[in-house]
């Protein structure tokens, strides 16, 4: 069964460090996702990309952020100055024609 | 914008019994709710799924129930397993845009 991947798995970085976050999604799917999750609280969600740009943010997602689709199959998230806030778990996610959002296992960022 | 809530942060059920999970919407212009589950260490699960034309919809054990004229929406499960215990969170989602989720329900199933 297809699945998303991402890594690593977990990242830690020291504050102000520029990270990258990986994600490579379902081969046939055109809708990618990134949500975070900090520990205990629920999902939220991040940006939305289609068609190589981004169809929605969320007011998280300011610019120290940016998503990139270098090539055909994956898609990273990059911080640019990390912050301790930062710290939480990164979901990809990504879907078809269809609404179903497919998620990864997550990368857990750790910045100290 | 919308919020979505969950109304129990904990349910404990016997194993075998039926487990209902409820959840509450404030945007009326969502069109699309989702339930997913959350195991420890994994990323969410897609469980099952329900548009706006649709007020119920069932899947293998589980049963998706919308009321639009409360918003609200409750996930049931029938004859809850022990690998049923997990964090259950509902989203809604609004003109194909981003899914909002609640917060989770986290169920554990007692044997």
């Known amino acids: 069964e297809p699945e998303v991947t991402q890594t690593p798995s977990h990242q830690v970085t020291q504050m102000g460090q520029e990270v990258i976050l990986r994600c490579v999604p379902i081969?046939?799917?055109?809708?990618f996702y990134w949500y975070r999750q900090i520990l205990g609280q629920k999902v939220e969600f991040l940006v939305s990309?289609?068609?190589?740009?981004?169809?929605?943010k969320s007011e998280i997602f300011d610019d120290q952020f940016s998503v990139e689709r270098p090539d055909g199959s994956n898609f990273t998230l990059k911080i640019r100055s990390t912050k301790l806030e930062d710290s939480a778990m990164y979901f990809c996610?990504?879907?078809?024609?269809?609404?179903?959002?497919?998620f990864g296992p997550g990368t857990r960022l750790t910045v100290t | 914008g919308e919020s979505v809530g969950l109304h129990l942060p904990t349910l404990s059920v016997q194993e075998g019994d039926n487990s209902i999970i409820n959840c509450a919407y404030s945007?009326?212009?969502?069109?699309?709710f989702i339930w997913y589950k959350q195991e420890s260490g994994k990323g969410p699960q897609f469980i099952i799924d329900?548009?706006?034309?649709?007020d119920k919809r069932q899947g293998q054990r589980v049963t998706v129930l919308l009321n639009k004229t409360v918003k609200h929406l409750s996930l049931q499960i029938a004859a809850t397993q022990p690998g049923d215990s997990a964090v259950y969170f509902c989203?809604?989602?609004?003109?194909?845009?981003?899914?909002?989720f609640g917060d989770g329900t986290t169920l554990t199933v007692k044997p």
């Open positions: 945007n009326s212009a969502s069109d699309y």
């Open positions: 990309f289609y068609n190589n740009e981004i169809s929605e």
């Open positions: 989203a809604a989602a609004a003109n194909a845009g981003k899914s909002t």
């Open positions: 081969s046939n799917h055109l809708y």
């Open positions: 996610a990504s879907s078809g024609q269809g609404r179903e959002q497919y």
């Open positions: 329900i548009r706006s034309n649709m």
